[in-house]
């Protein structure tokens, strides 16, 4: 199947290698690559993951690579793009925006050079010296950039700041918006305040074995999603076999930390409209789903459950019983949302920053945000990992792609994702079986790992490297996928209803900027 | 391993706890943290595991690694603290001395009691006595 379509785009077949069940990777000549992609997800409507840049020196002679990622239902698809040093690069972001932002990071990070006129930063600070090319393999991970950095920091003059950080979390980032009397007319979006570079720490400081754990903090609210995109992408780069058992406690705690970071989301939207009963109500029921986590590993967030090949330690039967109760009690306590869906303050927000299908597909959006405007794609169900398989649920679909089907898609989430919780706790494989697969690293090998996580499809990107490390290693977290649709969503509106559709996209800047620090001492 | 209650705080995975009487120093635990909270160091004739408890994750993977079960999942998580110092905590332990030469060696005196044998225990003995002895041995063969 994928081979036909791969076919019909006139791909040499020769190119393409089966590298996993369900991975495929096609080295692609420059020239080739525009048309491929604008076939590929332009006509035959794939979906356009992510793409990132490579310093292959390390392993092969002296070239770069440019990767991009596109998958379609039951198959990922990775393009290799091989160049030579300092050659200019190839680019799609004029025919596809959903590659817009990570082709400007692969040329800020890399250094790359291509033939468009872009700023030299995107990611890393404006003040950077251009010789600073982080993810080049001579870059020293611990390289001190304190006296390298001058501040010139400037905003054009005829923008309204809403806020100087986030209108609604009170985060890191910056939503210029310019509006004329009552209308935005235009959003700039300035972010990747926090990017410490995680990715670097990844390649160059830790072993294989000791990125899950950091790779679970990459996230606040959706850690163990990051956890287990990580480790699917090595098992998949290493042909490792998860045991029965380690795939249900995944999908349970994966879906626990759906409920827990949908209801937080809920709960500030009803906040925010003005709803402060059903506002309790959900931090309360939330707080029945953080004391199952408790129970079940021994903390509310971070879990620390996974490893490369499976996970640590198991579960009891008295830890199950006792999460059975509590989501009994959390059925109950979930009535509070059908109050949420009715009430007049959220139907005010219906044909509120509409997201046409068309556009959703073209700047590359993801889960719920997608969802809501028809896009029926939902990795758990098209792709499927841990146990997804062997559970019944429904990915609910809506047509409308404004706030309000953005909102009430997610509260139909919550039920599916109760439901789930119930049947996986029913498995008596939970509590008996092996934990984890032995596996041994091995170098230049590619893989990729997707889960849906709260917000979306959330894609990590590993090369195996020398030394039980990784040679690279890219997270595409799903805000960063979605952010692309803000002037879609925002143009046309008026500026006092721009908290509440930022809102409707849920963005996590501490997803998309990757902000961890590890120091030596 | 992992502690399991029922309620509340008590259920929290905290930051290690460290035995001083049951480690021996191998520096497993520091090897294996992925953000260089431990190190573990020979000084003069002293072992010292130092933890910096602001800079622990909390993800206890050095108590899967740990050899000697010194370490294991602490209730500890607060790192509240008035001065930066007390962030660290430090634990020395005397460090065996090689019984042919007197000698300090890299490990701790809680080696012995995870040795079992005796023949373990009498082939403990310092680098240096090692070579030495080997050194005799071909020495003797030469002879022969
Ligand atoms: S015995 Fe345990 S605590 Fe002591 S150094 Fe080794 S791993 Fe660390
Ligand atoms: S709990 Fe984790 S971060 Fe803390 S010392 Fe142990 S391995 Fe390091």
Redesign the interface.
Known sequence: MVIKILEECEVDPQNVSKIGPDTFLIDLDKRQLRDVIKCLVLDKGLHFSTCLGVDYSGLRQGSMALIYVVTRPSSKIIIRVTLNENESIPYVHDILPAAEWCELEAMDLLGLKTSLPVEDRFILHWGLPSKVQPLRKEFKHNTRLSNMVSCRVSKPEDFVEVDPHHPFFYEHEDFLIKAIGNRIVDVLYIGSYINRGIEKVGESR?KM???P??AE?ICGICGFTHSTAYCQAVESALDIDVPERARFERTLMLELERLESHLLLLALIAYSVGLRDIFLGLLRSREIVMNAC??L???RK?Y?LNVIGGV??GF?T??IR?VKELIKKLKTSLKILDALKESQELRKLKDVGVLPKESAHKLGAVGPVARASGIDYDVRRDLPYAAYEEVDFDVPIMDQGDTYSRIVIRCEEVIQSVRIIEQVLNRDVLTKGDLRTEYYPAPGKIGVGMTEAPRGENVHLVITGHDSRLYRWKVRAPTYANLAVLRAVLVGESPRDAPVIIASLDPCLSCTDRLVM???? | MYRQASDGEKNMRGYPRHDPDKCIGCGACSNVCPTDSITVRVSGDRIEWIHNVARCIRCCFCVDHCPTGALSVGEEYSMIADSIDKLYILHTIDVEKCPKCGRTMTYSVNVEKHVASRTEKASMSCERCKIESLLRVVEKVRRV
């Open positions: 830790l074995e000791q990125v754990f950091i903090r408790d129970i590993v021994g903390n971070m620390g640590r330690y009891e008295r830890q006792d590890v120091r030596r001492t």
